[in-house]
Nanobody
Framework: QVQLVESGGGLVQAGDSLRLSCLASGRTFKDVTMAWFRQAPGKERAFVAFSGRGGGRTYYADSVKGRFTISRDDAKNTVYLQMASLKPDDTAVYYC???????????????WGQGTQVTVSS
């Protein structure tokens, strides 16, 4: 079992930076792929980034590539999403997810956090 708790969301202005954190419980953190997804109002939950087991591989959605950075600290059971040059289109609820498969597919992730709201004003 893995339980996930996100933090770090908030209201920022366009161009600002923000860092999200996701603290995981459970002993298997280092063995799972960690990912971030986001869901904007009226839209489906969409992939943002993943960090493979041990942080060996990262991958980003085209919409955030070059602006967002995912990282993980296995000693702290925490995954981060550093977001820079934020745009109003980045406004969404951001979810942390964990799974046994390194993938962008939402349905492959088994464990989910409750989400944290990020709002970017223009």
């Amino acid at each position: 079992q893995v339980q996930l708790v996100e933090s770090g969301g908030g209201l920022v202005q366009a161009g600002d930076s923000l860092r999200l954190s996701c603290l995981a419980s459970g002993r298997t953190f280092k063995d799972v792929t960690m990912a971030w997804f986001r869901q904007a109002p009226g839209k489906e939950r969409a992939f943002v980034a993943f960090s493979g087991r041990g942080g060996g591989r990262t991958y980003y959605a085209d919409s955030v590539k070059g602006r967002f950075t995912i990282s993980r600290d296995d000693a702290k059971n925490t995954v981060y999403l550093q977001m820079a040059s934020l745009k109003p289109d980045d406004t969404a609820v951001y979810y942390c997810a964990a799974g046994w498969t390194t993938t962008t597919r939402r349905n492959e992730y088994v464990y989910w956090g409750q989400g944290t709201q990020v709002t970017v004003s223009s």
